[in-house]
């Protein structure tokens, strides 16, 4: 499978999708990193490993505009998964029917907790004791989507919200080439609103 993956800034997740498809048995392989800003220091990162990166400013087009320029680009570049990875814009309704149950998304909290922006502190804020990543496919709803894979980390009493970001991450950075290996096998996918696992999955 092609896979595209959208970015906005540092690109960790990208590196760790880019180390893993490096494995031979890998079912995906990374063919063009996208990026709405074009100082995001993933852009970098693609270009060492070899890969087509494409910047798309969102300035000045309307969502509708910036998504079909996406969605051609991807399109030539035939892509038949996307990855969102710190990409900081929301898809319209168009863009996400596009790619329908072959679009993940990560998020840094155990979804449904915690959607949207600064979940890390709002974990804390909210007294959890574990906290975690979450994959799903990505539907009209924000961080709503269908779960494809999950990792938990502890929220320890001592964290601030840098200390458990980087716990995160760090858990963010193994279950993201899970659920993309599991999605790009086909041994997850998405069947209506639901995500079936064929039976040897892990
Ligand atoms: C990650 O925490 C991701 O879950 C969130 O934005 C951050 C992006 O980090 N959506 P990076 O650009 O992958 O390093």
């Not at 800034?9 to 709405?36: H, K, M, Q, T, Y």
Request: with cysteine; aromatic share 4%; hydrophobic share 50%.
């Amino acid at each position: 499978k092609r896979v595209g993956v959208l970015i906005s800034g540092r690109g960790s997740n990208l590196v760790s999708l880019i180390e893993a498809a490096r494995a031979p048995d890998f079912p995906a392989e990374i063919v063009l990193v996208l990026s709405n800003k074009a100082d995001a220091g993933g852009l970098q990162r693609a270009g060492d490993a070899g890969i087509a990166t494409h910047v798309i400013s969102h300035k000045g087009l309307s969502r509708e505009a910036f998504d079909e320029a996406m969605v051609a680009a991807l399109r030539e570049a035939g892509v038949d998964i996307v990855c969102n990875a710190g990409f900081m814009r929301l898809h319209s309704a168009v863009f996400v029917r596009a790619w329908h149950g072959r679009q993940l998304n990560i998020h840094p909290s155990l979804l449904p907790s915690f959607r949207g922006l600064h979940p890390q502190q709002r974990a804390i804020d909210a007294g959890a004791r574990i906290a975690g990543a979450t994959v799903h496919f990505v539907s009209e709803e924000m961080d709503a989507g269908p779960i494809i894979a999950q990792g938990a980390v502890p929220l320890l009493p001592t964290d601030d919200e840098d200390a458990l970001s980087a716990r995160i991450l760090a858990m963010e950075h193994r279950v993201y080439p899970l659920a993309l290996r599991l999605v790009a096998s086909g041994a997850a996918r998405l069947e209506g609103e639901r995500v079936v696992f064929a039976d040897d999955a892990p």
